[in-house]
Structures are given as structure tokens and as C-alpha cells.
């Protein structure tokens, strides 16, 4: 639509979408089904073909103002998936890769994590073994130019700096270096290549014979992520095991079914899909898992979703383990993509997904969509995040494990043992620092400015200690009051432990990556402990 006719194009603003939508879904959704049509059905597809056609053609023929065609189907097409489900979408051509990307395991860039205080870009973390580091290029160095132009201090948004540094794969990027070293500004040519890009965030061994594994989504590389992760922790004396897929929203299906078929003997089910025009799918554990006898705990959210629940409702419905936490947002619908003819995409949901005992744990969409995505704030309000008793599920959402164990589907995964929202330490102090960033900011201050110092300490164990001798909580306390937040002794107080501990841990990342960070957060990490002490006693 054009906008400088506003008043002219009101009515065909309010009843354009409306139309294509109604006779774009016929379109749409029977051309996905045309190979495997009858023949005399293929004459009704054309039918409608011709019926939008001839449509598109009467508006761009004779509609008062001109119409971009493509403009009307952008419009057109969202407006009916929004009428499907809340998970059916299309994504226009420009917005693929960039939405792929995440589960495609890698990315073409100069290999830099970066953040920008003060409009300056200061590289965090240089990837080993990648373009950057091969040219020199450290942790600490400031970007001020990029392709010969000045980037540092003229207000340049975050997500233009990602685009200036990422391109495809052998294509050359000049950046200007400012490093602390020399006053001379320091020239490199990049070379891009491709970027790994990592799901299982932390694998470390909680005590001697306790492992833990964060995932952070069910990308392509997550199996091998995952497997390398249990052999690493076997080989140090791990005999059982903590998967936390707490704010996991999931990811590709075969890659959680595969990661089920390590917990589980030959011949139990993992999963099964079943659609009305797909037949009921039956997935299956080969009998070739690596860890199908030690103990297991599964950490979930309201924030886990999808493959995240395929995983822990195959855990839960065959008794291999013990989920924890909160129970789970509840996404049991199956999404196939179909890529149209200019590169854009529809990821149409074809079929929902079921636990071993026959759950879809999909929650209700009959409200709409806004209605669907407030039920996490519905939950908070109704104290869900809190209390366990204030969930309840209606009788016929009720299901039996072989061992007798009462699940519920309709809505999630249901944790065996609730775990609620830990609070403590939370105060309007704590609040008002964490809303600006302000522990972020100095523990990246810090960490620019003794770079050199915590270099020194290459684990985790030892970069701890130190830090715990730096008076870094009474140093941030000033610092904060001079960001405009003025300490409250009794908040203070109450906070110290939180707000110290979360200092630490962000320093460790800066320094050592994740490796750094989740060893620290555990001590803060409530609902960890709580699993630790249950394969404990």
C-alpha cells in the first residue's frame, strides 16, 4: 500500500488483507498438497489459481492507485497463517538465513564476540582458530574502523556493526585496531570464514561423580555437541547426569530424538508424530545410547519448549529419569518448511508430536495467538512460578507411566519435582541495578581494565579465588551510585551474595567464556543445587 493516499486507501487498506487471505489459503495450502493430489483434484487447485490470479490481475489493472503485487501477497500471506496456528509463519526472503542461522550450527563472520559501551566496539572474546585470530586481532583490541570507515563514537547501532563484520565465506573485511599497547592505529585484513556457533554451553563434572550438560538449543550440531560432552565427563569419573534444558525453545526434532536413543534401551519409544494427512510415525531407541543405566535429572522452565519437552517427555513417560523445575511452555506441533519460488519460506505445521504414553503436551491456541503468548505472564499471575498446588489439570489429561507414575498432557511437561522461582537476594536495589545493566557494565569494566592481570589464571577454579579477593561488590556499590542508583543498606545486604556472585560469573565469561560462567552461577543457581542434593541422597 502506498502511504501518502491514506485517506483514498482506507477502505481497500482494511479489506485487502482480509480477501487475499481468504483466497491466498486455498492456494497455499493445496498447492503444498499437489503431488499428492488425483487428478481431478488438480483441476480445482487451478481453479483457485486462476481465481487469485484473476484477482491480483482486476486490483493491479484497476485499482485507483498502483499496487505492487509482491506488496500484497507480504501482507496476504502472514495474515493466514496467523488464522492456522501460532507456530505456522512465513518468513520473507530477506529474513531466511538470518533466521536459519541460529540452528544451522555456524555462521560466515570474522570469528568475534564484541560489545559496545560508550558507542566504542571492544572485541570480548576471539574464537580459536578463527579468521580474526589468525590476523593477530586479541580481546581487548577496539574496532575504530571498518572498511575505512570510522565506527567508534558516531553512534552506530550494534546491529550495523554485525552486518558490517559478517559476509560470506572468503570474502575480505579491513578493520582499524586500537590497542592499549601503542597509540598507532593497527590495520588488519580479515579473510571471513565460517563461525561455529555452540549449543551445549557448559559440560563440566559438579562433584566426583555427578556431571552437568547445558543446552541451549537443538541445533545441527547439538548431537555431536552432546556426545563429545558425555564422553568428556565419563573419561572424569561421571556416573550420573544433569541435562539442563532450562529457556531451551527447542529446535530440530531428530536431533532431540537422537539425544533420547542415549538414555534408553532397545525398543522403547521416544516419540510419535501424527497429522491429518501424516500417517502416525514411530520413533524408536536403536539400543546404542552411551549412558542408558547412570541416573538422570532433566531441568526444564517455562521457557523449554518443543524439542526440549520431546526429550524430557521421553525421559519422563519411559521412567529413565527425573524432570525438575517448572513445567514446560508446551509446543507439541510439528513444523515442515516449504520454500517458494523468490527464496522466502512457510514453516506450516503438518502434524503434532506425542509422548511415549500418548500426551501432546501442545497447550490451547483456540483463543488467538496474543492469548497464547500471555500465558506465561497468566502463569506468573496465578502464582504457578511458586506454588505447585496452583496447577491443575482436568482428569482426561491424565496418563500412567509403565511404573504407575501420573503425568499430564495438554499443556507441557509437568515436573516431577517443583522447583519454584528462587528469590532470595532480590530486592528493589538489586532490581534497579540488573533493569541498567549496571553488573554487565563493571564486570566488563573490570575486565578491560585488568585484562592483564586475569589472564594470569587459565581455569575457572583458580580465576574464582582471585576474584574473591578484589572487593568487587563495595567497588560496584560505588560504582552504581555514581550511575544514579544510591545504596540501601539493609538492600545491600540482602543482595550482596547475588549481586557479588553474578559479578564473578560475568567476568569468568568474559575471560574464559562460558567455561568461566556456569561453574560460578551454580552457586546461585538454586534449582541446580536442588538437583545436585536429590542424586546426592
Known amino acids: 500500500m502506498q502511504k501518502n493516499n491514506k485517506y483514498q486507501n482506507k477502505k481497500i487498506t482494511i479489506y485487502l488483507p482480509i480477501l487475499l487471505s481468504i483466497v491466498l489459503a486455498g492456494g497455499i495450502l493445496l498447492g503444498i498438497q499437489l503431488n499428492k493430489s488425483q487428478i481431478n483434484q488438480g483441476s480445482v487447485f487451478n481453479l483457485r489459481i486462476d481465481k487469485l490470479s484473476g484477482i491480483l490481475n482486476f486490483i493491479e489493472a484497476e485499482y485507483v492507485d498502483s499496487v505492487d503485487r509482491k506488496d500484497l501477497e507480504e501482507v496476504a500471506i502472514p495474515n493466514i497463517l496467523e488464522q492456522l496456528d501460532p507456530h505456522s509463519i512465513y518468513i520473507p526472503a530477506r529474513d531466511v538465513a538470518r533466521i536459519s542461522e541460529p540452528l544451522e550450527g555456524n555462521f560466515e563472520g570474522i570469528g568475534v564476540s564484541f560489545n559496545m559501551p560508550n558507542d566504542t566496539v571492544i572485541i570480548i572474546n576471539v574464537i580459536s582458530g578463527g579468521p580474526s585470530e589468525k590476523v593477530g586481532i586479541i580481546a581487548g583490541d577496539r574496532i575504530v574502523r571498518i572498511n575505512d570507515r570510522i ?255 501420573i503425568v499430564y498432557g495438554g499443556g507441557g511437561i509437568m515436573p516431577d519435582i517443583f522447583i519454584p522461582i528462587d528469590t532470595t537476594g532480590i530486592t528493589p536495589y538489586f532490581r534497579q541495578v540488573r533493569n541498567r545493566g549496571l553488573m554487565y557494565r563493571y564486570a566488563f569494566k573490570y575486565t578491560d581494565q585488568n585484562r592483564s592481570s586475569l589472564e594470569a589464571y587459565k581455569n575457572v577454579t583458580d580465576l574464582k579465588i582471585y576474584l574473591e579477593l578484589q572487593d568487587l561488590f563495595n567497588k560496584f556499590v560505588k560504582y552504581a551510585a555514581s550511575n544514579g542508583v544510591k545504596p540501601s543498606q539493609k538492600d545491600i545486604e540482602e543482595s550482596e551474595f547475588l549481586i557479588h556472585t553474578e559479578i564473578k560469573a560475568y567476568i569468568a565469561r568474559n575471560m574464559l567464556d562460558n567455561a568461566g560462567f556456569y561453574p560460578i552461577w551454580r552457586d546461585i543457581d538454586y534449582t541446580l543445587q536442588e538437583a545436585v542434593k536429590y542424586l546426592s541422597e
Not at 547501532?157 to 570474502?171: A, M, N, S
Not at 505445521?349 to 483463543?367: D, F, L, M, S, W
Open 151 to 405: 565506527v567508534a563514537g558516531v553512534k552506530i547501532h550494534q546491529d550495523d556493526i554485525v552486518k558490517k563484520l559478517k559476509g560470506p565465506r572468503g570474502t575480505k573485511v579491513k578493520v582499524g585496531i586500537q590497542r592499549r599497547s601503542t597509540t598507532e592505529i593497527l590495520d588488519f585484513d580479515i579473510t571471513r570464514d565460517k563461525i561455529p556457533l555452540y549449543s551445549v554451553d557448559a559440560a563440566y563434572i559438579v562433584n566426583d561423580s555427578t556431571g552437568y550438560i547445558k543446552i541451549s538449543k537443538f541445533a545441527r550440531t547439538t548431537y555431536n555437541e552432546f556426545q563429545k560432552a558425555l564422553d568428556k565427563l565419563g573419561q572424569e569419573g561421571m556416573n550420573q547426569l544433569i541435562v539442563d534444558l532450562r529457556g531451551n525453545s527447542g529446535g530440530y526434532m531428530d536431533v532431540a530424538t537422537k539425544m533420547a536413543n542415549q538414555f534408553l534401551s532397545k525398543g522403547k519409544l521416544i516419540v510419535y508424530t501424527e497429522g491429518r494427512s501424516q500417517a502416525r510415525e514411530n520413533f524408536y531407541a536403536d539400543g546404542a545410547g552411551k549412558f542408558q543405566k547412570g541416573k538422570v535429572i532433566v531441568l526444564l522452565d517455562e521457557l523449554s519448549a518443543s524439542a526440549s519437552e520431546i526429550l524430557a517427555g521421553a525421559i519422563q513417560d519411559n521412567d529413565r529419569g527425573t524432570i525438575m523445575g517448572r513445567r514446560s511452555f508446551g509446543k507439541g506441533l510439528v513444523q515442515e518448511p516449504l520454500v517458494l519460488h523468490d527464496g522466502s519460506m512457510i514453516r506450516l505445521t503438518v502434524a503434532r508430536y506425542y509422548t511415549p504414553t500418548g500426551r501432546c503436551i501442545q497447550k490451547p491456541y483456540t483463543n488467538g495467538t496474543e492469548d497464547y503468548y500471555h500465558d506465561l505472564q497468566d502463569r506468573y499471575l496465578n502464582g504457578e512460578f511458586q506454588i505447585a498446588d496452583s496447577i491443575h489439570f482436568a482428569d482426561s489429561l491424565k496418563y500412567t507411566t509403565p511404573e504407575g507414575k
